[in-house]
């Protein structure tokens, strides 16, 4: 005769209904936040380039003038705003187009500034008008020479509030005339 020790059963750990429902539960937060986290950088990746290009074409529109007048730095930076093409570019950005000149002795000094396209309050990172310009140290313009600074600034709200903080991006580039020297801002004619 043979007796069998009995082990009693939990019939809970048996059942595997609702397995799905509990790791479901689990795993939706981490996915959904890494969604999040995709879609914030790849808008930050967006305007990142958006800006970068816009800077790069509004110097190369100005760099193929052989003056400057005020209605013709409205029209630069109608284009521009068209060029950025953000919504929210007007109250969270701005474009400011600067001229620097090389004085002998390797100076580098700002010769105008305009601004437009945006009210973003930012100040120029090269310089006011009159200053030696903050440019990189590589950077050289020979004696009587010109080139045009275009920086964009704009301030970038997080899509979600907490994936990545609220910033201003700066996008600048900088570009010798090709038809000629911008010393100055020439009065409309």
């Known amino acids: 005769m043979s007796y069998r020790l009995s082990v009693p059963r939990f019939r809970c750990i048996e059942d595997r209904r609702g ?6 539960a689990i795993l939706a937060p981490v996915v959904i936040v890494l969604m999040m986290g995709v879609g914030e950088l790849g808008q930050r990746l967006l305007i990142n380039q958006r800006l970068s ?5 509004i110097g190369d529109l100005i760099t193929h003038e052989t003056s400057l007048t005020a209605n013709r730095l409205a029209t630069v930076f109608d284009a521009a705003s068209r060029l950025i ?5 007007a109250n969270d950005g701005t474009v400011i187009i600067t001229g620097i000149g090389g004085e002998p002795g390797g100076v580098r000094r700002v010769l105008w500034q305009e601004r437009g396209t945006g009210t973003l309050d930012e100040q120029s990172r090269i310089g006011t008008p009159g200053q030696v310009a903050n ?48 010393p100055a801002i020439a009065p409309d004619t």
Do not use: C, W
């Open 19 to 24: 397995i799905a429902a509990a790791e479901l």
């Open 53 to 57: 290009t816009a800077a790069s074409r």
């Open 85 to 89: 093409n953000q919504d929210d570019f």
């Open 135 to 182: 440019l990189p140290a590589d950077l050289t313009i020979a004696a009587g020479r010109t080139v045009v600074a275009v920086e964009i600034f704009y301030h970038r709200q997080s899509l979600f509030g907490f994936m990545l903080p609220n910033d201003t991006i700066v996008k600048t580039s900088i570009h010798r005339g090709r038809t000629g020297e911008l």
